[in-house]
Antibody, heavy 122, light 108 residues
Framework: EVQLLESGGGSAQPGGSLRLSCAAS????????MSWVRQAPGKGLEWVSV????????KYADSVKGRFTISRDNSKNTLYLLMNSLRADDTAVYYC???????????????WGQGTMVTVSS | SYVLTQPPSLSVAPGETARINCGGN??????VHWHQQKSGQAPVVVIS???DRPSGIPERFSGSNSGNEATLTISRVEAGDEADYYC???????????FGGGTKLTVL
C-alpha cells in the first residue's frame, strides 16, 4: 500500500526556518516525481514545489522561490522541504504528493499524504 | 501565469447530476486532473488526464476537456460526494502546476 507520512510541522517565528519531511513507503520512491502542495486555513490548494525522480530538476511557486528548497533522499525514501525566511502567509497545511510517473511536468498526482500543519506567528 | 476558473459553489439534489466546470485559456490542449477534498481530509484524485478514473473511484465520476473548459461530471450524486473539488493542470509557460480555486459541492 502506498503511504506518505509528513512530519516536521509546527510553530515558527517570522523569519525562522522549518524542515518538513515526507516518508514514503509501498512503492519504488526513486522513480517517481514528487510535489509539495499547501493549503492555508479555509483556502484552496496551492502548489509549492516539484522535484524529478533523480532530484536534478526542481520547480517552485513564485511565492516561495528563493526561500524554500525541495530535495529528496532516494536511499531513505524521503522527500524534504526546507523552508527559510518564513512569513505569516506561509501558515498552512503542507501536503506531499506522489506523481504517477517520472515526468514532473506531466505526471498526475496519484496519492496525497495526510499533511502537516505549519504556523508562522510571533 | 495560467489561471483556472471554477465556480465557488454548486448545489444539487441527491440522484441528480453535478457538473463542475474549470475554465482556462485553451485548456483543451492540456491534461486536466481533478481532486476531491472532503472536510478535514487530504485530497484524493478522482479523475486524471482529462477522463481517466483511478481504481476505487466510482463510475459515477467522469471527466471531459475541450476548448476553454474542462468538466467533472458526477452522476447520481450521493450525500458522500459532498466535498471541495479542484481542477489542476501543468502550465508550461511558467513551469508551474496550477490549481483552480475549488468548487464546494453541496448535496441538498
Amino acid at each position: 500500500e502506498v503511504q506518505l507520512l509528513e512530519s516536521g510541522g509546527g510553530s515558527a517565528q517570522p523569519g525562522g526556518s522549518l524542515r518538513l519531511s515526507c516518508a514514503a513507503s509501498g512503492f519504488s520512491f526513486s522513480i517517481y516525481a514528487m510535489s509539495w502542495v499547501r493549503q492555508a486555513p479555509g483556502k484552496g490548494l496551492e502548489w509549492v514545489s516539484v522535484i524529478s525522480p533523480s532530484g536534478d530538476n526542481t520547480k517552485y511557486a513564485d511565492s516561495v522561490k528563493g526561500r524554500f528548497t525541495i530535495s529528496r533522499d532516494n536511499s531513505k525514501n524521503t522527500l524534504y522541504l526546507l523552508m527559510n525566511s518564513l512569513r505569516a502567509d506561509d501558515t498552512a497545511v503542507y501536503y506531499c504528493a506522489k506523481q504517477s510517473g517520472s515526468e514532473y511536468n506531466f505526471s498526475a498526482f496519484d496519492k496525497w499524504g495526510q499533511g502537516t500543519m505549519v504556523t508562522v506567528s510571533s | 501565469s495560467y489561471v483556472l476558473t471554477q465556480p465557488p459553489s454548486l448545489s444539487v439534489a441527491p440522484g441528480e447530476t453535478a457538473r463542475i466546470n474549470c475554465g482556462g485559456n485553451n485548456i483543451g490542449v492540456k491534461s486536466v486532473h481533478w481532486h476531491q477534498q472532503k472536510s478535514g481530509q487530504a485530497p484524493v484524485v478522482v479523475i486524471s488526464y482529462d477522463s481517466d478514473r483511478p481504481s476505487g473511484i466510482p463510475e459515477r465520476f467522469s471527466g471531459s476537456n475541450s476548448g476553454n473548459e474542462a468538466t467533472l461530471t458526477i452522476s447520481r450524486v450521493e450525500a458522500g460526494d459532498e466535498a471541495d473539488y479542484y481542477c489542476q493542470v501543468w502550465d508550461s509557460g511558467s513551469d508551474h502546476w496550477v490549481f483552480g480555486g475549488g468548487t464546494k459541492l453541496t448535496v441538498l
